[in-house]
């Protein structure tokens, strides 16, 4: 039997260094990659989360300026303009864009229509908030009772 000491064995084993390497090289190449890929993805949702959160706040925004065109009166005791509303028969249409500091943040499409409900007529404002430089809208509606304008009910579903 040949006895072979430390210094012959590796002689023996030459290029199982280079296959070491080689595979460690593989093995950190997949895993940057894909921290990578997480990562990057990760970033793009962020984005469309920031975009479709700022879309909704336009949508809200939109509401507001409907609900307050609405309780406006011509005069100070006169009556308000939900009240001679119930009167129309058509949807009322109004587009208004939302702009800060100069910047156009995006435009917020606004309808004000009569919905009929579980046999109740409500008075409803729905809102359609598109930002600026994206493809993301995000809606918003509120419904009034006509009879008790007090009676609100927010964020529902656009009929």
């Not at 609900?67 to 001679?84: F, H, K």
């Not at 509606?141 to 609100?152: A, Q, S, T, V």
Request: aromatic share 6%.
């Amino acid at each position: 039997m040949k006895r072979t000491n430390a210094k012959n064995r590796i002689c023996e084993e030459k290029g199982a260094a280079m296959a070491w390497i080689l595979v460690l090289f593989v093995v950190l190449a997949i895993i940057t990659t894909s921290i990578i890929v997480i990562s990057r993805q990760d970033i793009l949702e962020t984005k469309n989360q920031k975009e479709r959160l700022e879309a909704y706040y336009l949508a809200l925004s939109g509401i507001e300026i409907g609900y307050a065109a609405l309780m406006n009166s011509d005069s100070s005791p006169g009556p308000q303009y939900i009240d001679r509303f119930n009167a129309l028969k058509a949807d009322v249409s109004y587009s208004h864009t939302i702009v800060d500091s100069g910047n156009t943040i995006g435009t917020v499409d606004i309808t004000i229509g009569n919905v009929t409900v579980d046999g109740k007529r409500w008075i409803q404002i729905a809102a359609v908030g598109k930002l600026s430089g994206s493809n993301m809208n995000q809606t918003s509606g509120m419904l009034i009772d006509p009879e008790n304008h007090l009676n609100i009910l927010r964020d529902t579903v656009v009929y």
